[in-house]
T-cell receptor, first 113, second 111 residues
Framework: GAGVSQSPSNKVTEKGKDVELRCDPISGHTALYWYRQSLGQGLEFLIYFQGNSAPDKSGLPSDRFSAERTGGSVSTLTIQRTQQEDSAVYLC???????????FGQGTRLTVV | QQPVQSPQAVILREGEDAVINCSSSKALYSVHWYRQKHGEAPVFLMILLKGGEQKGHEKISASFNEKKQQSSLYLTASQLSYSGTYFCGTERIQGAQKLVFGQGTRLTINP
């Protein structure tokens, strides 16, 4: 596609439910990031995929969060047993290689009620 | 480790200049600058690499002091369209090679 695509754009879920957020990066981009942005706050790093290397999961806030990237392309961020503090905009970004421009998707706004 | 940005917020009149600073305690390989407008995704402004030169983009430029692990973003003769939150992102030379962002600097330009 022309840009980074994320789905859904909005998700409202009940506390305790699991959610899956999808990111479709720009074709050919080897680097893929997930960030979380709470209202009016900065970009909190969650996880980084680079090619076939093991992902850097150091930013995941708890073991309820996991992510995978299949075939070096599409990535899914899964949050299990959602809590109200998980409410935020989840942004995905991809770049061709390290040290190049990162392109952001429009994000998924997650609301846990 | 997250870079530190200063100031946290700036309010200017159109035509005035601003400087936003970004510093890290770790040796850096690159510094990225992005601007995010309310309700939108961050948009790339420029990247500065270790050993590289100062970059420019319209009336927005940036420098990278490798010895001090600091970068500064310069906005001259600011326009209303410059309003938004500016984020610096850094990649370290050693250790974790991921793009980590500062907390952002909110820039408001008034007519």
């Amino acid at each position: 596609g022309a840009g980074v695509s994320q789905s859904p754009s909005n998700k409202v879920t009940e506390k305790g439910k699991d959610v899956e957020l999808r990111c479709d990066p720009i074709s050919g981009h080897t680097a893929l990031y997930w960030y979380r942005q709470s209202l009016g706050q900065g970009l909190e790093f969650l996880i980084y995929f680079q090619g076939n290397s093991a992902p850097d999961k150091s930013g995941l806030p708890s073991d309820r969060f996991s992510a995978e990237r299949t075939g070096g392309s599409v990535s899914t961020l899964t949050i299990q047993r959602t809590q109200q503090e998980d409410s935020a905009v989840y942004l995905c970004a991809s770049s061709l290689v390290r040290d190049t421009e990162a392109f952001f998707g429009q994000g998924t706004r997650l609301t846990v009620v | 480790q997250q870079p530190v940005q200063s100031p946290q917020a700036v309010i200017l009149r159109e035509g005035e200049d601003a400087v936003i600073n970004c510093s890290s305690s770790k040796a850096l390989y690159s510094v990225h600058w992005y601007r995010q407008k309310h309700g939108e995704a961050p948009v790339f402004l420029m990247i500065l690499l270790k050993g590289g030169e100062q970059k420019g983009h319209e009336k927005i430029s940036a420098s990278f002091n490798e010895k001090k692990q600091q970068s500064s973003l310069y906005l001259t003769a600011s326009q209303l369209s410059y309003s938004g939150t500016y984020f610096c992102g850094t990649e370290r030379i050693q250790g974790a090679q991921k793009l980590v962002f500062g907390q952002g600097t909110r820039l408001t330009i008034n007519p």
